[in-house]
């Protein structure tokens, strides 16, 4: 597990209300980051704001990250996530992205939005996170 590994397990400890079943599915992203040969990732913290895993592969020459896992903390009661990519990297087979130009790093960007316990979306947003990171390994 990358460094970040202490600040990351003590947020999690912390996170104690979860009604939208956002820590579990942060956990599983996580999980599925630290799985994939070639893929570190970075935490940082920004209380009140979101608490980020940025995820960047060996191959990356070019760009810093592939994908910006944010815990959304605007309300901590009911934290959130905003997945993020680079739009050319991943696709929205069922259109469920918010495209935001410049979004990522100053470019253009698809953003999933986790904002229910909705397994099917949790699902679809972990094959982009497979999808990206065999897009950078190639990178």
Same mark, same amino acid.
């Given at each position: 597990m990358p460094d970040c590994s202490v600040a990351l397990e003590g947020f999690l400890s912390d996170w104690k209300q979860d009604?939208?079943?956002a820590k579990q599915a942060f956990v599983a992203y996580r999980d599925?980051?630290?799985?994939?040969d070639g /893929? *570190?990732?970075d935490f940082k913290a920004r209380p009140g704001?979101? $608490?980020?895993?940025? !995820?960047h592969h060996a191959a990356q020459k070019e760009r810093n990250l592939f994908v910006l896992v944010d815990v959304v903390d605007d309300e901590p009661e009911n934290r959130w996530l905003s997945v993020c990519f680079y739009a050319d @990297? /991943?696709?929205?087979?069922?259109d469920v992205a918010d495209f935001v130009p410049e979004g990522l790093m100053g470019s253009? !960007?698809?953003c999933f939005n986790l904002d229910e316990a909705d397994?099917? @979306? +949790? !699902? $679809?947003?972990a *094959? +982009?996170?497979v999808e990206a990171a065999e897009a950078a390994a190639k990178a």
């Open positions: 009604p939208l079943c599925i980051l630290t799985g994939l /893929v *570190d990732f704001i979101s $608490y980020s895993l940025r !995820a @990297m /991943v696709k929205d087979p069922d253009d !960007a698809l397994e099917k @979306m +949790r !699902a $679809y947003i *094959d +982009r996170l």
